[in-house]
């Protein structure tokens, strides 16, 4: 039997749930980098020049949520492997390194808020 199975598992879940998330995270970046297709539909002809600086930040803000997601990928792995190691060594260890995750949760919360006001001006361009 392996010593600590229960914990291995626990840390490979929690490993898996970040990597199902990074990649939530990417695709919706990519859908929102593309969102502009949907723009360029949606709105007149007329009033498009008046809206490229709102596709453009769509786009880098896309591009910025594929790199939080990759960003997301390889802090998980890193985690992954640091409580690998610390649930197999005898010694005690203290509970310790959840700043990244903090950084990466104001991350996701500050791209939320400018997705909401951008989204929220988009409806009343269109109306």
């Not at 840390?11 to 990074?22: P, S």
């Not at 007329?46 to 453009?56: F, Q, S």
């Not at 990928?73 to 995750?101: F, M, S, V, W």
Request: charged share 15%; aromatic share 10%; net charge positive.
């Amino acid at each position: 039997m392996i010593p600590h199975f229960t914990d291995h598992a626990a840390n490979e879940r929690t490993y898996l749930a970040w990597v199902r998330t990074a990649i939530a995270v990417m695709a919706f970046g990519f859908l929102l980098e593309r969102f502009n297709l949907f723009l360029a539909y949606a709105i007149p002809a007329n009033v498009r020049a008046d809206h490229a600086l709102h596709v453009k930040a769509s786009e880098w803000l896309g591009l910025a949520l594929i790199g939080l997601g990759a960003a997301m990928t390889l802090l998980a792995t890193i985690r992954y492997q640091r409580n690998r190691k610390r649930i197999a060594d005898t010694a005690e260890h203290d509970y310790g390194g959840c700043t990244p995750e903090r950084v990466l949760s104001a991350l996701v919360v500050v791209m939320a808020l400018f997705l909401v006001g951008y989204v929220a001006h988009q409806i009343v361009a269109l109306t």
